[in-house]
């Protein structure tokens, strides 16, 4: 019954439409056109959807800790007596409104190394990005550059002299989470065979790696022997005897010492391991983040 009601009410707004257009057909066109003007649009019914307006986006000036880079290692290799040779003309280029410097004749100022350690980063497109100078008496300086980007990187201009600042502070080292001392066993063999692999091509790197993990060997091997003389792992599963079972997940920290014919290196690697059919396989390779509480392994 309720079906029906429902129905008839249908039928009868049917009937009802075709009369008020016959009517407006019979009153002639100018009641039609009247009729259709009048009768909201789409677009004017609909509210605009402010959720769907894309808002601008504040552009970010691009970092030119690279820019400030390379005109320290200019500035710091020219000098004031002869603005003719290739530093001096790359260094007032880059900063044409900076002086450069004037060493002594027999100082060694010419630096070893320069690297970009920290970009900070002021409004619009100012930096202040901190430069690494290391001489080749040990002698290690810190300077600041000023710097003006735009947005894309691609107009730099350093703005002022450089400025000496003292380094960074010595942070204290995170607790290690590598607690619990591995003995020999599955897990120190795999961990053994697969650095030797891994480092001097003493073996194949497949073996040792879990079902859909590839990683290939460093290529030329760069050592001719490699000693694992300490494991440790962050989970106590790791120390015991027997391996436990599938699934079993590890991260573990192998100090190496690696020989090649200039001599002794001492290496350290992080690597996950997991277990399976009664033998421990490499999951992943140099990315234990339970340090920083991060994803990953």
């Known amino acids: 019954m309720a079906a029906g009601a429902r129905l008839e009410a249908m039928r009868r707004r049917v009937r009802l439409s075709r009369a008020a257009v016959w009517t407006v057909i019979a009153a002639g066109p100018v009641a039609l056109a009247v009729a259709i003007t009048s009768t909201p649009t789409a677009t004017e019914a609909a509210p605009q959807d402010r ?41 007032q280029s880059m900063a044409p409104d900076v002086d450069l410097p004037d060493p002594l004749p027999d100082a060694q100022a010419e630096p070893a190394s320069v690297t970009a350690v920290r970009s900070a980063h002021a409004d619009g497109g100012t930096w202040q990005v901190t430069v690494a100078a290391q001489f080749a008496d040990g002698t290690l300086r810190y300077f600041t550059v000023p710097v003006t980007t735009n947005t894309t990187g691609t107009s730099c201009t350093v703005t002022g002299a450089p400025a000496i600042v003292a380094g960074p502070d010595r942070t204290a080292p995170a607790e290690s989470p590598y607690t619990v001392t591995v003995p020999n066993g599955e897990l120190n063999r795999a961990v053994t065979e697969f650095l030797a ?27 001719t022997a490699v000693t694992v003389r300490q494991i440790l792992a962050a989970e ?32 350290a690697y992080e690597l996950t391991l997991t277990a399976r059919s009664g033998r421990w396989e490499i999951a992943v390779l140099g990315s234990l983040t339970r340090r920083g509480g991060g994803g990953g392994s």
């Open 51 to 91: 959720s769907s307006v894309v808002q601008p986006v504040a552009a970010v000036a691009a970092d030119p800790a690279g820019y400030a880079q390379v005109f320290m290692n200019a500035w710091l290799r020219s000098s004031a007596d002869d603005t003719t040779t290739a530093q001096a003309r790359l260094a």
């Open 197 to 223: 692999a891994y480092l001097t091509g003493a073996g194949e790197v497949d073996r040792y790696l879990a079902p859909g993990i590839h990683l290939t060997a460093v290529s030329p091997a760069p050592f």
């Open 236 to 267: 106590e599963a790791a120390g015991g005897e027997q391996v436990p079972g599938n699934g079993t997940r590890v991260h573990v920290q192998a100090t190496t010492e690696a020989h090649d014919r200039t001599g002794r290196w001492p290496l």
